[in-house]
């Protein structure tokens, strides 16, 4: 029986490698039947402003990051609120799902999944609970403050 596993894997790796390899191949034939111009093929906004903003986006996620997490361990009444709420749960869990729910634009789509956040894993607790509701929102409008938006 281990034995069929490890077969497994090793077909498995077998064809990720041979993938991988196929895919380099097709890269290398491209660049020598397209010269510098393969790369066309393989980055969408070639002749953008990629390079000079490489690393933007996760700068700006770190520091969002680290205001979430900054504004859920002061002494805020509304962080105080949301820790109380969340008992036991990993605060630093919580602060990364906050802030990628922050990238959501719909501000109904983004209140829903904070108050789905919010609701207590395992527990039966109702997300249409007004108090829920009351406290996902005022967590909202507290990130905007944090953010000046």
């Not at 969340?86 to 959501?104: H, K, M, P, T, Y």
């Not at 904070?114 to 009351?134: F, H, K, P, Q």
């Amino acid at each position: 029986m281990a034995n069929k596993k490890e077969t497994h894997s090793c077909n498995n790796q077998v064809d990720t490698f041979a993938e991988a390899l196929a895919t380099a191949r097709q890269m290398q034939q491209n660049w020598l039947t397209y010269g510098v111009n393969f790369v066309n093929f393989y980055v969408e906004d070639v002749d953008g402003d990629w390079l000079e903003t490489w690393g933007h986006d996760e700068i700006v996620g770190n520091s969002q990051l680290d205001a979430i997490k900054e504004f859920l361990v002061s002494k805020d009444s509304v962080a105080v609120k949301v820790r109380q709420h969340l008992g036991e749960r990993s605060l630093f869990d919580f602060a990364v799902n906050l802030e990628e729910s922050w990238r959501i634009s719909q501000t109904d789509d983004r209140l829903s999944v904070v108050r789905n956040l919010l609701a207590s894993e395992g527990n039966s607790i109702d997300t249409d609970d007004v108090m829920l509701l009351d406290l996902a929102n005022i967590l909202l409008g507290k990130l905007a403050e944090i953010f000046d938006l």
